[in-house]
């Protein structure tokens, strides 16, 4: 598949999922910048764990898998599994939340840290925003500042499993700070790049940050 192509039969779901954002018709509360609640507005709370994608699951096993991380740093770095398995490894809990309003709490994930890839990559200066690149073509955005919050992992197992492929295994991003459409399943590259660029979503009216607690939904 080429970095373009999106699976031809999920255009419609894309479509709609495009007017909705014009539409902005799930915007329904105000603020809670003080997260008074645990549940964002216009979310509720689910026990399961649904899944979204464009319609093609990459099946990507270990020992082909490959993670490369590069653009605007000082280290470039193509990773396999053993040299991505042997980074120091954490353990995390974090709330998720979905534009399309579920959410769900006290997720246990482990993984690598952020800041563990960049202490390793070393960002340049002018490095100010990370675009992340799946293996299903997917791709999308956060500012520089947001990939190095505390809580950000690239993370392999959740609940003491191994993360499944339909759920982005065998490496998935983890942004609990926004939406979880930042948070790219099987990723493939980390590039680091000096101006912003909007991914698949924000091109197609998402927001380009994703502030649950501000409803940062569509632009
Ligand atoms: N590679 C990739 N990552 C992706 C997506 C995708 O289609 N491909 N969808 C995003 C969206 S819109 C959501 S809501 C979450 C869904 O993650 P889940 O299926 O594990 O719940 O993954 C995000 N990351
Ligand atoms: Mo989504």
Same mark, same amino acid.
């Given at each position: 598949m080429s970095d373009e192509e999106t699976p031809a039969f999920k255009d419609k779901l894309i479509a $709609? +999922? *495009?007017? #909705?954002? !014009?539409?902005?018709?799930?915007? =329904?509360? $105000?603020?809670?910048?003080?997260h008074a609640n645990r549940l964002p507005p216009g979310q509720r709370e689910v026990k399961n764990w649904p899944v979204l994608d464009l319609g093609a699951q990459p099946n990507i096993p270990r020992d082909q898998w490959r993670l490369f &991380? %590069?653009?605007?740093? *000082? %280290? @470039?770095?193509?990773?396999d599994w053993a040299a991505f398995e042997a980074l120091p490894q954490v353990e995390t809990v974090s709330d998720m939340h979905c534009v399309t309003q579920w959410s769900r709490y006290d997720n246990h994930w482990k993984g690598v840290s952020s800041r563990t890839i960049l202490d390793l990559v070393m960002? +340049?200066?002018? @490095? +100010?925003?990370?675009?992340?690149? $799946?293996?299903?073509t997917y791709t999308t955005n956060v500012s520089l500042e947001v990939f190095a919050d505390p809580d950000v992992l690239l993370a392999h197992t959740w609940e003491g499993l191994p993360i499944t492929r339909e759920h982005g295994g065998p490496l998935r991003v983890m942004i609990p700070r926004w939406y979880l459409w930042k948070s @790219? +399943? #099987? &990723?493939? !590259? &980390? *590039?680091?790049? =000096? *101006?912003?660029?909007p991914g698949f979503w924000e091109v197609r009216g998402y927001h380009n940050e994703g502030d649950p607690w501000l409803e940062q939904r569509y632009s």
């Open positions: $709609s +999922k *495009e007017r #909705w954002a !014009r539409e902005g018709r799930l915007l =329904t509360g $105000s603020p809670d910048l003080q &991380i %590069n653009g605007a740093v *000082e %280290n @470039a770095v193509r990773l960002p +340049k200066a002018e @490095a +100010k925003h990370v675009v992340f690149h $799946s293996y299903d @790219a +399943k #099987w &990723i493939k !590259r &980390i *590039e680091f790049v =000096t *101006e912003d660029r």
